[in-house]
């Protein structure tokens, strides 16, 4: 550890992380301040890889293999012994996987001449040009304060804590309990339809659960497309999730080992008894011990670290990204703003581009999106025009047994630029990638109709979807031609 830094950044999640690996790179002299434990061990990678992003799509690769050998093998003529699983080995493969990404994150910061500072950092004074950052040691020696030129706040977010279920890591439990469930539980009640929810829910499920989801809102997936909310609850519903919007928990109580759980359906009051309880009702910035009484930084209304569209917040030097500040909580818009940052600060005029931050849910198949929805585009004055293509008729999702879902294109009628894509499919989050490229080079549906898609690739649909944009579907009977 050395006394003063070009760069101290506070928080060592995907934000950070990227943050201090890409200022190593540019020859700063960094500082990366970390003070999670996770298993015992200190751990870098933040939420994402320790709790989050990566954990959970150990579990929901795991559970999808199980339901998937479970059902789906027989179509192909492939028969099975019992198929069973075994929930310990199962956490053992995720807590291996977390383990080995963290370890190369931490190996990562060391190639790159980044310093790891274990423990936990408090930005004292960011309004001079030597910032003041505390910093208490996990190992329990005594405080230091170190100068930095310039520092990037990022210590992320943690979930919303309801008072009508208070978590007891037991009973119920946040997503972070979720992940270690020893066994499968017979019963799961789910607060919370949002991106949690729905694949933590579909974990559980694949393995056996009886699922409901309580929403309040009295739409679902209301941030997305119609058509896209539309299809999810059809699919989600019938592969047995019970979902319930317009649905407000009012208590949940553990009582002889079940969870109690009383609500009101529009107006109507229920109870359910559950063996566990998820509360997955949104994450909130994170900012315990933080900001020193002197720091300087202003925030919003709303709690948030207060930046501009460059992360910079109202002090010189001093940025925040990721899960603290504004927009979506997602780990690769906080890896972008953590590369800004450092990439601003070395004197490079970048910024991120937020109309084409992507969204995915990894449920089965899988939610994707980028850019407007339909009725966003409408809001926003555009004549809209839409394509859309069905995977029922994509030969390889149907040779795949894949043949759920569509994809979706929205964009303006009068210029003919693509505005947004939505994919309902196997392996959406992927797909949806050439939305996002394309929407970056301001492509037209025309310069995408144009474009030749390999035979047979899921990404067929795409060219299929943008040909129905102008009635021009091949493999679909189109009302409107051109
Ligand atoms: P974080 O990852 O939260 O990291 C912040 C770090 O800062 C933490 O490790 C914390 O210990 C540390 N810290 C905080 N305060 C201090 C301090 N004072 N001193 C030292 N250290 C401190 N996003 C996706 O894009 N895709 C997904 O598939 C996805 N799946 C998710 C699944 C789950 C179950 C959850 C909970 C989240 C998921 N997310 C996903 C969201 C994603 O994890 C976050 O958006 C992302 O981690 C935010 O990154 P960050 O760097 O801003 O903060
Ligand atoms: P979320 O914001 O996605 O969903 C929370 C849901 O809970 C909303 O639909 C909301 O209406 C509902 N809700 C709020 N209060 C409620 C109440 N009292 N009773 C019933 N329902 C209530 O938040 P979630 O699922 O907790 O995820 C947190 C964040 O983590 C998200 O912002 C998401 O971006 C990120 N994340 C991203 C993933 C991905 O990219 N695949 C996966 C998991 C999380």
């Given at each position: 550890m050395k006394e003063s830094y070009d760069l101290v950044i506070i928080g060592g999640g995907p934000g950070g992380y990227e943050a201090a690996i890409r200022a190593g790179q540019l020859g700063m002299s960094v500082a990366c301040i970390e003070k999670r434990i996770n298993k015992g061990e200190p751990a870098l990678?933040?939420?994402?890889?320790?709790?989050?992003c990566i954990p959970s799509k150990a579990l929901l690769d795991s559970s999808h293999r199980y339901e998937a050998t479970k059902h789906d093998l027989a179509d192909h003529g492939i028969t099975t012994g019992e198929v069973a699983i075994d929930i310990s080995k199962m956490l053992s493969r995720k807590d291996a996987i977390v383990k080995q990404l963290t370890g190369g994150v931490a190996a990562l910061l060391k190639g790159n001449g980044a310093d790891w500072l274990q423990g936990t950092g408090k930005?004292?004074?960011?309004?001079?040009?030597?910032k003041q950052v505390e910093f208490t040691p996990l190992d329990g020696s005594a405080p230091t304060t170190i100068t930095a030129k310039n520092v990037i706040l990022a210590s992320g977010s943690v979930p919303i804590d309801i008072p009508v279920a208070p978590i007891d890591n037991e009973y119920i439990v946040d997503s972070t309990g979720a992940l270690d469930f020893t066994e499968v539980p017979a019963r799961l009640g789910v607060i919370g339809g949002g991106v949690i929810g729905l694949e933590l829910g579909s974990v559980w499920r694949r393995l056996g659960s009886e699922v409901v989801v309580f929403e309040?809102?009295?739409?679902?997936?209301?941030?997305?497309?119609k058509a896209v909310s539309k299809e999810a609850a059809k699919l989600l519903k019938a592969q047995g999730m019970d979902i319930r919007i317009d649905t407000k928990v009012t208590q949940a109580q553990v009582e002889n080992g079940k969870v109690l759980v009383s609500f009101d359906a529009k107006g109507q009051a229920g109870q359910e008894t559950f063996d566990k309880l998820i509360v997955c009702v949104g994450r909130r910035a994170y900012k315990e011990n933080?900001?020193?009484?002197?720091?300087?930084v202003e925030l919003t209304e709303r709690g948030l670290v207060a930046v501009n569209d460059f992360c910079q917040?109202?002090?010189?030097g001093v940025y925040a990204i990721g899960d603290?500040?504004?927009?979506?909580?997602?780990a690769h818009k906080a890896m972008e703003e953590g590369m800004m940052a450092v990439e601003r600060i070395h004197g490079e005029k970048v910024q991120v581009n937020?109309?084409?931050?992507i969204s995915v849910i990894y449920t089965h198949p899988e939610i994707a999106w980028v850019g407007l929805t339909e009725e966003q585009a409408k809001e926003q004055g555009h004549e809209v025009k839409t394509g859309q293509f069905s995977l029922a008729a994509n030969g390889r999702a149907l040779a795949a047994g894949e043949a759920q879902g569509f994809i979706k294109v929205v964009a303006?009628?009068?210029?003919?630029?693509?505005?947004g894509m939505h994919v309902v499919s196997a392996g959406a989050g992927d797909i949806v990638h050439q939305g996002m490229i394309a929407m970056e080079f301001v492509s037209s549906i025309e310069d995408l109709q144009l474009m030749t898609f390999a035979?047979?690739?899921?990404?067929e649909a795409v060219h299929e979807a943008v040909l129905s944009a102008d009635g021009?579907?091949?493999h679909a009977i189109q009302r409107k031609r051109k």
């Open positions: 990678g933040g939420t994402c890889l320790n709790v989050g930005l004292l004074d960011g309004k001079g040009a030597d309040a809102m009295p739409e679902f997936l209301a941030a997305a497309d933080l900001l020193g009484e002197n720091s300087g917040t109202n002090l010189d603290l500040v504004r927009g979506p909580m997602l937020y109309d084409t931050i303006d009628a009068k210029t003919d630029r693509l505005l035979h047979p690739t899921i990404s021009r579907a091949i």
